[in-house]
């Protein structure tokens, strides 16, 4: 029999780098409220589906879960925050097109060997619409884009921390599975809010030191961070990945220790050890095929239509064929500003550098040749290969690579920060659970916002 397809686009999803949420809302005659988001509101139909997905995730590992009042306090803050950042990326002028929204359905249905057809049928099967599921999938994009928006804007990565990171890397090739436990502090905190969240890390941690918890139940239960849910688990990581109050000692550290707590920008954290795992040795040689190419552009625009170019880029090809040297031609003729002066020359490049159109001409010809002429967006073109080249990019690759995993730290760091702003400004009311205060006005909060639950004093 094959497993509910719940569990299983929890797993696509993952690949697609989308946080999975509620993915319907269960038909009912009247719709219960369970929280007001702003202007908005979530419905106890998302919030029943969303549990049914995380306790799926646990099964036959339920006694790893926290009560069910604590679990659904912890699911609606997800759904909660899921729902300001969709708000906040409309805000930000994020949209996504039908024909993307079609796109990635028909990528999750393709990852599930199935069609659309099909996967509509086995979401039907499930008791799930459709319809509510494509807007579930929509907001799930508009949250991922809203992060990348968030990166492009304010993430940088120095020449300098590249560069320490590959020193780093050089003296050691090892990676490390971490799970973390957050304990949230919000901006400004007060002196009396420090020493709360420093009583609770301890507490937490004198849970986990007698044996009451595991780690991962611990995170579940208590931890702030939004993987809460998935126990902590803060995957694989290079030491350039792990944030530097941590790097410097986890090297030393054993599989299943924890280190903490340690105080951080997001607040108290507890990081532990999960395993350690040597990766390979130094990276293979890489070389990318380079071709230095002179082009000839004749621009199709308001004023010189597609055949008339295509006339002209004609006639200059004959002169060149004829004789005539394709750099002297270039100068008098080409309409590329940026390159008619170098007599058309555009340099080494990789084939796709300017397109696939670009590259097949490039790659067709051999060295010297005259390509025939070709239309591209920016016009018609006649292209001579100079010369191919092997060009050598380990290094460079390696620095992208450094420089990619670096952004992910960083982008982690600020995200969650701006996730815990983005909540502490909301209006959010809970009208479901034992925790469910009475209004929450933008600024009143002054405590993390995901406290489901306080463990005993350290040592109790």
């Known amino acids: 029999m094959s497993p509910r397809l ?4 929890l797993a ?6 989308l946080p999975f949420t509620a993915a319907a809302q269960q038909a009912q005659p009247v719709e219960r409220i369970a929280a007001i988001v702003d202007e908005n509101v979530v419905l106890q139909s998302e919030l029943d589906v969303a549990m049914r997905n995380v306790i799926s995730q646990y099964a036959g590992r339920e006694d790893q879960l926290p009560p069910r009042a604590v679990l ?3 699911v609606l803050e997800r759904l909660v925050l899921t729902r300001l950042q969709v708000e906040r990326a409309k805000g930000n002028g994020i949209r996504v097109s039908d024909q993307e929204l079609n796109q990635a359905v028909a990528a999750i249905a393709q990852q599930n060997n199935l069609s659309v057809d099909g996967l509509r049928q086995r979401l039907t099967a499930d008791g799930l619409s459709f319809d509510d599921f494509r807007r579930s999938l929509n907001d799930e994009i508009m949250v991922q884009r809203l992060r990348q928006s968030f990166a492009q804007s304010r993430i940088n990565v120095s020449e300098s921390e590249v560069d320490a990171a590959l020193a780093q890397q050089a003296s050691g090739g090892r990676q490390y599975h971490l799970a973390h436990i957050l304990v949230g502090l919000p901006e400004g905190a007060t002196a009396e809010q420090i020493a709360t969240g420093q009583r609770k890390i301890e507490g937490i941690k004198s849970v986990i030191d007698r044996g009451e918890l595991t780690f991962n139940a611990a995170a579940v239960r208590y931890s702030d961070s939004p993987n809460a849910l998935e126990g902590g ?3 694989w990581r290079s030491l350039d990945e792990i944030p530097s109050a941590f790097s410097r000692t986890i090297s030393d550290m054993s599989a299943g220790q924890i280190l903490g707590p340690v105080r951080g920008p997001s607040g108290f954290q507890l990081l532990q050890l999960v395993e350690v795992r040597d990766t390979a040795g130094g990276a293979a040689a890489q070389t990318v095929t380079e071709y230095h190419v002179r082009h000839i552009l004749v621009r199709v625009s308001d004023r010189q239509d597609d055949a008339t170019a295509k006339a002209r880029i004609d006639t200059l090809r004959a002169r060149i064929t004829g004789g005539a040297d394709f750099q002297d031609v270039a100068r008098e003729s080409s309409e590329d500003t940026n390159t008619r002066g ?5 340099g080494w490049f990789p084939a796709d550098a ?4 670009f590259g097949h001409q490039v790659t067709a010809l051999t060295d010297g040749a005259i390509s025939q002429p070709f239309r591209t967006d920016a016009g018609w073109h006649v292209i001579q290969r100079v010369a191919e080249r092997q060009t050598d990019v380990t290094d460079n690759n390696r620095r992208a690579q450094v420089r990619e995993t670096i952004g992910r730290r960083k982008l982690e760091e600020e995200f969650n920060r701006y996730l815990q702003e983005l909540r502490g400004e909301a ?3 809970f009208r479901v659970g034992d925790h469910a205060p009475e209004g929450t006005a933008p600024g ?8 489901p639950t306080t463990p005993p004093p350290a040592g109790s």
């Open 6 to 9: 719940s569990a299983t686009l």
């Open 12 to 17: 696509v999803a993952a690949l697609l780098s």
């Open 72 to 74: 659904e306090r912890q």
């Open 233 to 235: 688990d803060l995957g």
């Open 342 to 346: 170098q007599g058309g020359d555009l």
């Open 354 to 357: 300017f397109g696939p159109d």
């Open 427 to 429: 209006y959010v009311v």
């Open 444 to 451: 009143a909060e002054q405590a993390p916002a995901t406290t």
